[in-house]
């Protein structure tokens, strides 16, 4: 039996991920969403409430996991709030982003970790966009890139803390898909990301490696 938590598993990637994750009977999956709610009602799968801006709902949901111990993280829930458009540095916008993709996740993670089993699995959701190797780089959505960015940093320092433990933490980059977040004309359906996030769990893998489509990429 395999244990774990997929965050923001209300929509887009998270969803998927979980719907995908439940069909396996030794899979049981803790979800979240901001609200509580969540769309799916399966006997292996529970949705809790949880807002990573705030460290008194991330207690909240650690308290209700109860008595478990985790074999993987999946650290998907994300924002982005800004126009993909503009390039200007706005402060109140820098702090929420980085409150949810970096403050809030690294602090998840930081309280899990004691739940974790030996040989567990970290996987941030990362993005393209934090990448310092992206293909096409330009100067828009600089909050989110910046945030996705730290968020792989913390991929690497994780891998090696936690080397000794034998779990393995690594980044993935999803690809442009349609969701709330990617739009309706990306190129990628999020059930083919699920896919790629189950493979990544199920297999013998490298630890503080960034990830797509299966392969290894450049940071
Ligand atoms: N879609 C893309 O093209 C793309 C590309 C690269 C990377 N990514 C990354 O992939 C991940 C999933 O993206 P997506 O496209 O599936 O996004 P999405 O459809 O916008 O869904 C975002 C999820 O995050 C949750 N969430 C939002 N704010 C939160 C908060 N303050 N606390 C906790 N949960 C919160 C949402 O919960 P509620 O429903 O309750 O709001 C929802 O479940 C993100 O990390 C994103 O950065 C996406």
């Keep these: 039996m395999k244990h774990g938590v997929v965050t923001g598993s209300s929509r887009g990637i998270g969803l998927a991920t979980v719907e995908l994750l439940t069909k396996q009977p030794s899979f049981r999956v803790i979800g979240s969403s901001t609200s509580g709610n969540n769309p799916l009602d399966y006997s292996n799968f529970k949705c809790l409430k949880l807002d990573l801006s705030k460290s008194a709902s991330i207690d909240k949901f650690i ?33 929420k982003t980085f409150g949810v993709n970096v403050f809030g996740t690294i602090e998840l993670t930081e309280k899990l970790l004691p739940l974790l089993n030996t040989n567990s699995h970290i996987i941030n959701i990362t993005s393209d966009w934090g990448s310092f190797s992206e293909q096409n780089f330009d100067e828009f959505q600089p909050h989110y890139k910046m945030s996705k960015a730290a968020l792989n940093m913390y991929t690497k320092l994780l891998a090696k803390r936690l080397k000794e433990k034998h779990s393995k933490v690594s980044s993935l980059d999803p690809g442009w898909t349609q969701t709330d977040m990617g739009g309706k004309i990306a190129p990628q359906l999020p059930k083919e990301v699920a896919v790629d996030i ?8 490298e630890t503080g490696k960034f990830w797509r489509q299966g392969k290894v990429r450049p940071w």
């Design 198 to 205: 189950f493979k990544l769990l199920n297999q013998k893998v």
């Design 63 to 95: 308290a209700g996991l109860g008595d478990v111990k985790l074999d993987f993280l999946i650290n998907n829930a994300g924002i982005l709030i800004e126009k993909w458009d503009a390039s200007e540095i706005h402060m109140d916008q820098l702090k």
